[in-house]
């Protein structure tokens, strides 16, 4: 009697391991399928609405840089500041310091 009630579930994994989904697997398949196209949608979005923010920052601070090259002239990079002794930079000269903002990060500041 244990065999004759066990008899159908070999059956079945008998056939899903011949490689047929059934179709409650063809039903997960789809639900992930459908979960993923809207995560992507939602990312989309997202992706979407922080490069308007960016574009907005952007905008605002172009008159801001057309003020400071009028006011010093260009700005000029030190590729490796630390070879450059004050006594050779010009009498008047203003160093901006530009790191990340990712506070304790260890090795990016670094």
Excluded: H
């Amino acid at each position: 009697q244990v065999a004759s009630r066990s008899f159908p579930r070999l059956i079945a994994k008998a056939g899903a391991a011949r490689g047929m989904a059934t179709e409650k697997q063809i039903f997960n398949q789809i639900q992930s399928s459908k979960n993923i196209q809207k995560i992507t949608g939602s990312m989309k979005m997202v992706s979407a609405a922080k490069l308007k923010g960016d574009e907005t920052r952007l905008a605002l601070a172009k008159p801001f840089n057309e003020w400071t090259n009028a006011l010093c002239g260009e700005a000029v990079s030190l590729e490796e500041p630390e070879t450059v002794t004050y006594e050779e930079l010009p009498q008047k000269t203003l160093i901006v310091p530009i790191t990340s903002d990712k506070g304790l990060c260890g090795g990016v500041n670094s």
